[in-house]
Structure formats: structure tokens, C-alpha cells
């Protein structure tokens, strides 16, 4: 297996009506990449919609590459099932018309929707691999 290197570019600009894009350009020493064009509210926004696009794109690939039998289960010789560990990570987005921000977050996590509807990639890990699961503090 040989390294690869991956260089990112961002480039973010200001358009005519306020808003902004982001344009991410991945290159990688093994595999060409296409451009990434993103738009958002802010700069802020623009780059966290690019690099979650990114992200996406390479959770699909480290799931492809791995071809993890889904019900397959690894059991010891005295046939009792181990235990693996993974990285799950649930993506979900949506466009909220919503009277504020409290209502937008309220309406969209009612119900079995987002689990439904949500992308999930699960990635098989070490058990040493130092992986923290994102969390947000609503304060």
C-alpha cells in the first residue's frame, strides 16, 4: 500500500447579491478529483457546505473500500459473537420554513424523519484509533 497525498484548495468569494461561494479543489496524488462548488449565506457557511460535501464523498469511498459484509459477525472459537467497533455517522439536512430558529430544530428532529431519511455511513475502526464523535452544545 503506498501513500497518497491530498492537498486542498478554497478558495471563497463574494458574489453580487451578498452571498458566497466556495470553490474546493482536492488533489490527490492517486486519483483525480473534480471540483467542488458550494454556495452560502455567509463565508463561513459556504466552506462548511464545501468540506461537508468533501466529507461525504470520502466516507463513501472508506465504506466502499473496507466491502463490510452487513451481517456478517466474527465469533470467537467457542462460537460466542466479538464485538467490532465503528464510527457511525448520521447525516441529515433539510430546508426549514420555520417561525425561528428554536422551531426549525424542534420540527425537524419530531418524529423518525431525520433517522428515515438520513445518510449513514458506518466505517469498521480500531479499537486504538483516537476518533471523538462530534457533538453540539446548544448554549
Known amino acids: 500500500m503506498t501513500d497518497s497525498q491530498v492537498t486542498l484548495s478554497i478558495t471563497v468569494q463574494r458574489q453580487d447579491n451578498g452571498q458566497y461561494v466556495c470553490q474546493l479543489s ?3 496524488s492517486d486519483a483525480p478529483r473534480e471540483d467542488i462548488q458550494c ?3 455567509t463565508k463561513e457557511h459556504a466552506i462548511a457546505v464545501a468540506l461537508e460535501t468533501l466529507a461525504d464523498d470520502y466516507r463513501r469511498i472508506a465504506e ?3 466491502n463490510l459484509d452487513w451481517d456478517a459477525v466474527e465469533r470467537s472459537p467457542a462460537g460466542e459473537a ?3 467497533r465503528y464510527h457511525v455517522v448520521l447525516h441529515y439536512e433539510r430546508i426549514a420554513e420555520d417561525t425561528s430558529k428554536f422551531e426549525a430544530m424542534h ?3 419530531m418524529g423518525n424523519t431525520v433517522v428515515e431519511n438520513a445518510k449513514i455511513s458506518i466505517i469498521e475502526i ?3 484509533l483516537p476518533v471523538e464523535p462530534l457533538t453540539r452544545s446548544w448554549e
Open 64 to 66: 466502499e473500500q473496507q
Open 126 to 128: 480500531d479499537a486504538d
Open 82 to 84: 466479538i464485538a467490532q
Open 39 to 41: 454556495y452560502g449565506q
Open 107 to 109: 420540527n425537524t428532529i
Open 26 to 28: 482536492p488533489s490527490l
